[in-house]
C-alpha cells in the first residue's frame, strides 16, 4: 500500500487547510487510517484517526472541535479537514494505515511521505 499526502501549505493564524492522502490500494476499506504530525527534534504524535467504515473518529486534546477526519474509501482517499489553525499547528503531517485504529504510530504499518503545514502568527 503507498500513500500520498498533499494539501500542506502556508497558511497565516485562524485559516484552514484540508490534507489529502490517496492510497495506491483497492483495499484501502480495509485499513484504519490515522494523520500523525512532527516537528524537528519532536517525536511524533497523533492528530487523529479513522475506522475503516469511517463511522468512528478520533483526535488528540489539542485539535479536538479544530480538526475532522473523513474517508471515501471509493475515492482511496482519507482526509484531514483543519480549521482555525494555530501557530504550534506548524508541522509535517503524515497519514498511516493500520489494521485498527490506535493513536500510537506504532501500531501503523503503512505511511505517507509527509506534507509541511507552517501557520504564520
Known amino acids: 500500500v503507498q500513500l500520498q499526502a498533499s494539501g500542506g501549505g502556508l497558511v497565516q493564524a485562524g485559516g484552514s487547510l484540508r490534507l489529502s492522502c490517496a492510497a495506491s490500494?483497492?483495499?484501502?476499506?480495509?485499513?484504519?487510517m490515522g494523520w500523525f504530525r512532527q516537528s524537528p527534534g519532536r517525536e511524533r504524535e497523533f492528530v487523529a484517526a479513522i475506522t475503516r467504515s469511517g463511522l468512528g473518529t478520533f483526535y488528540a486534546d489539542s485539535v479536538k472541535g479544530r480538526f475532522t477526519i473523513s474517508r471515501d474509501n471509493a475515492k482511496n482517499t482519507v482526509y484531514l479537514q483543519m480549521n482555525k489553525l494555530k501557530p504550534e499547528d506548524t508541522s509535517i503531517y503524515y497519514c498511516?494505515?493500520?489494521?485498527?485504529?490506535?493513536?500510537?504510530?506504532?501500531?501503523?504499518?503503512?505511511w505517507g511521505q509527509g506534507t509541511q503545514v507552517t501557520v504564520s502568527s
Open positions: 498511516a494505515a493500520g489494521s485498527v485504529v490506535q493513536t500510537t504510530p506504532a501500531a501503523y504499518h503503512y
Open positions: 490500494a483497492r483495499i484501502f476499506g480495509s485499513f484504519a
